[in-house]
């Protein structure tokens, strides 16, 4: 086409006027797609484009006259296909009304994909990119989150580092007639990194949401515990957590060289993130054992903590029952990164290296619908297994909810009442398609399992890891809730501490702690805000608890303030009677602890009581009394180191560099490395602190 042809073609439509916007389009449109033919990256789109401008262009007969030999410069294809571009988007422009402020909706290689003019790259932009020695890269999908949050609920929006992205299909933007997918999808940017790299920055700041996907993890908001005075409010109920999810997630953000969200630091999964050498018990007709020591607080010498214990039977391998699995495994577009769905299918592995040959083994899947990828199956088979886990893929939305009720239709078929009967769930947490209210899930999950069939979770990645919905949903499924984020962290839950992850030796297990006024002032909670109970419940069998594996430690500490000191928080009430705390006889215990537990099999709770002394303040000179010292002395630390990540007040001037000496001097036996590892942690949250 020459220049009066195209001026012929401009007159023609001379009633459309493009707006600025619109041309800045095209120009970035032609300019990207003249690169990717002028590398002949494209082929067949550049004959196809040639086709079409041959068909465009004058003809004649005979020999060509002079001032038409510049046309054979076009028989070169990058110039001939940029150029045809070039014509054919302007073209396109002149027919279309680009006045309107609604982006347009088009596709484009089987994509969905929209033009959005407010977020457009000026011509300064692209100057600025053209400057950059960077390679041209493919065409890839760049695309905003957050534009809408129905869509943000319905479909995972990944945008992961350089601006790299899942597609999102025409099939499941399908499943949500309800999303004005012209307001919440965002165009392809074709051309070099450096304008994907500042078109994905400002479209972040244009929707008012931060780059790093990482601020979407989802965890619950609480207070810390306060102090109390124990004249006021003796008494002291929750329920115990076995669950380690925190600690893993918080390790997670410290190697990444940052300190973690406050909502993301649990202290009494702190805690129990590591086993302590508590006494056990002799045999299974009571399931543990608990004992209490009392040491000066690390940040307050003048205040004491009391730790309390509990130590759960370890069955023997040849007394394990039978294991009735069912994986459910998310395989939505969101698990598509190597620290998910992969880590997931190397988690699956090591766990089943850990099962019987008769236990029994299903898998079900959810994306966008759920199916069952594998009938239960013997573990003896395990070829059959790993054959169904390795052709499992990635892809679609996240029908968790589905997932969930097709897992547990598979687990009541094959359902056995001498076998433990659980689900697995595999997932980032991510249930955006046909959810539920979560009291309705709560409600089914609990009637699942009244009926024998637990549920246990395992959390994968980072960037929209859901975890509060996680912690429900194991609460409520008399299951552990772990985040996974290394293959080390798979072994060490599914592999050293199978026995404790699979098989409970105790449910509905609470602690009540009743302080005596004449020696406790005061008394605080460290951990467990989201476990308290009300005092009635610890005699109601009807409410449900934490539950211990085989194997389990469970740790609580509290801070109290002895009587005898000044180091008290609250003042004394002025109109208060002294007879009423002189009247307490027992006048040699801090405390009273009471536990109440149930066997697997029973629905009556059995009562354990045991008085807390101020002798446990003296550890005996023996084997286990120094060890007990130095067990209870690290689990300060970890408490310590806790409280800092989530809410110092309480602390004085303690401060990290404390946590790391006390840390190291009480580590002692560390055989799978987990205390060096903390030690390790302390020193990045110290680095992190200070950037």
């Not at 890269?137 to 989150?145: C, H, N, Y």
């Not at 005596?516 to 989201?530: D, F, Q, S, W």
């Not at 109109?575 to 109440?596: C, D, G």
Request: charged share 25%; hydrophobic share 40%.
């Amino acid at each position: 086409m020459n220049d009066d042809e195209l001026k012929q073609l401009f007159r023609n439509n001379e009633g459309v006027t493009p707006s600025d916007d619109a041309k800045q389009r095209v120009i970035r449109e032609a300019v990207a797609v003249f690169e990717r033919e002028k590398d002949h990256r494209v082929q067949k789109k550049s004959f196809f484009f040639q086709g079409i401008l041959a068909r465009l262009r004058p003809r004649g007969t005979g020999n060509p006259k002079p001032e038409d030999k510049p046309m054979q410069t076009f028989n070169r294809p990058w110039i001939f296909g940029g150029a045809a571009t070039a014509a054919i988007c302007v073209f396109a422009v002149l027919l279309m009304d680009f006045q309107s402020s609604n982006p347009v909706v088009r596709e484009m290689d089987d994509q969905i994909v929209v033009a959005a003019p407010e977020l457009a790259l000026s011509e300064t932009d692209l100057a600025k990119s053209e400057n950059v020695a960077e390679p041209v890269e493919e065409q890839e999908a760049v695309v905003l989150t957050g534009i809408r949050k129905s869509l943000h609920d319905s479909m995972d929006l990944k945008r992961e580092a350089g601006g790299n992205v899942e597609a999102i299909s025409a099939e499941d933007v399908g499943r949500f007639p309800d999303t004005n997918l012209a307001e919440s999808l965002q165009r392809v940017v074709p051309g070099s990194a450096a304008e994907k790299k500042v078109f994905a920055q400002r479209s972040s700041e244009a929707v008012g949401e931060p780059p790093r996907q990482e601020f979407r993890d989802d965890f619950e908001s609480f207070e810390i515990n306060p102090v109390k005075l124990t004249a006021e409010s003796p008494v002291s109920t929750f329920s115990i957590d076995v669950d380690t999810a925190s600690y893993s997630f918080v390790r997670r953000e410290l190697n990444q060289g940052r300190l973690p969200q406050k909502d993301a630091v649990r202290i009494e999964e702190m805690l129990n993130y590591f086993d302590y050498a508590y006494p056990a018990p002799k045999n299974k007709k009571q399931p543990f054992a608990t004992n209490v020591t009392v040491i000066d607080a690390p940040w307050m010498k003048e205040r004491k903590l009391m730790r309390i214990g509990i130590k759960g039977y370890e069955l023997p391998r040849a007394a394990q029952p039978k294991s009735n699995l069912v994986f459910l495994l998310d395989v939505s577009g969101s698990m598509n990164s190597p620290d998910k769905l992969p880590l997931v299918k190397q988690s699956m592995n090591l766990l089943l290296s850990q099962l019987h040959p008769d236990d029994s083994v299903a898998i079900v899947v959810y994306a966008g619908a759920a199916g069952t990828v594998l009938e239960p199956t013997k573990v003896k088979e395990k070829n059959k297994i790993l054959a169904a886990l390795n052709r499992l893929s990635a892809g679609g939305s996240t029908a968790g909810v589905q997932g969930i009720q097709l897992a547990y239709q598979l687990a009541e078929l094959n359902f056995d009442k001498n076998a433990v009967n659980r689900i697995i769930l595999a997932t980032d947490g991510d249930f955006n398609v046909g959810i539920v209210g979560r009291e309705e899930l709560k409600g089914f999950i609990e009637r699942k399992r009244d009926a024998g069939i637990y549920l246990s979770v395992l959390g994968f990645g980072q960037g929209n890891y859901h975890d509060h919905l996680m912690q429900t949903l194991a609460q409520n499924g008399n299951g552990i809730a772990a985040y996974i984020d290394t293959l080390s962290e798979a072994q060490k839950v599914l592999v050293d501490e199978a026995t404790s992850s699979l098989f409970p030796i105790a449910k509905d297990v609470k602690i009540q702690v009743e302080f005596n006024p004449a020696t406790v002032k005061e008394y605080r909670l460290i951990g467990y805000e989201t476990r308290v109970l009300k005092r009635e419940d610890f005699n109601n069998d009807k409410v449900d608890a934490g539950d211990i594996g085989a194997g389990h430690s469970v740790t609580a500490i509290y801070e109290i303030t002895p009587a005898d000191t000044k180091a008290q928080q609250i003042d004394d009430r002025r109109y208060v009677s002294p007879t009423q705390i002189e009247a307490h006889t027992k006048s040699a215990e801090y405390a009273f602890v009471k536990i109440r537990y149930k066997l697997p099999e029973q629905d009556i709770s059995t009562l354990i009581e045991t008085p807390v002394l101020a002798k446990n303040t003296v550890f005996n000179d023996d084997e286990l009394g120094k060890l007990l010292n130095q067990e209870t002395q690290f689990a300060s630390a970890v408490a310590g180191f806790a409280q800092l990540l989530k809410d110092d007040r309480y602390l004085g001037g303690w401060d990290l560099q404390d946590a790391l000496a006390l840390a190291q001097q009480h580590k002692g036996e560390d055989i799978f490395g987990y205390r060096t590892e903390f030690v390790q942690l302390v020193r990045k949250a110290m680095v992190a602190a200070d950037m």
